[in-house]
């Protein structure tokens, strides 16, 4: 099973940056797209940003222009940089990635999720 895991989150002023980190683990498998979405309190769960393994990104309109993702795919990392943030960016910030393991069926996994606060 592939293991997602954030870090990167935290507290920032309004118009300040952040960058996010997300590192897979595990055996034997590959990771198509890979993405980032978040959740703030009493709202669901929804895409920021995506990108595929060529580099192709798709961003939620919301954050078009001010937060790029990136991706390593020999080091099976993706990256989110944030930068401007305003206070409608809180939220909990999950890495997703869609797996391919060798030998059986794809999967969408999960990381556990980093709070990023910004005050205004």
């Known amino acids: 099973q592939v293991q997602l895991v954030e870090s990167g989150g935290g507290l920032v002023q309004a118009g300040g940056s952040l960058r996010l980190f997300c590192a897979a683990s595990g055996v034997a498998f590959r990771i198509n797209r890979m993405g980032w979405y978040r959740q703030a309190p009493g709202k669901q769960r929804e895409l920021v940003a995506a990108i595929t393994r060529d580099g192709s990104a798709v961003y939620a309109d919301s954050v078009k222009g001010r937060f790029t993702i990136a991706r390593d795919n020999a080091k099976i990392t993706v990256n989110l940089q944030m930068n401007t943030l305003k206070s409608e960016d809180t939220a909990i910030y999950y890495c997703?990635?869609?797996?391919?393991?060798?030998?059986?069926?794809?999967?969408?996994?999960w990381g556990q999720g980093t709070q990023v606060t910004v005050s205004s």
């Open positions: 997703n990635a869609d797996v391919q393991p060798i030998g059986t069926g794809s999967y969408v996994a």
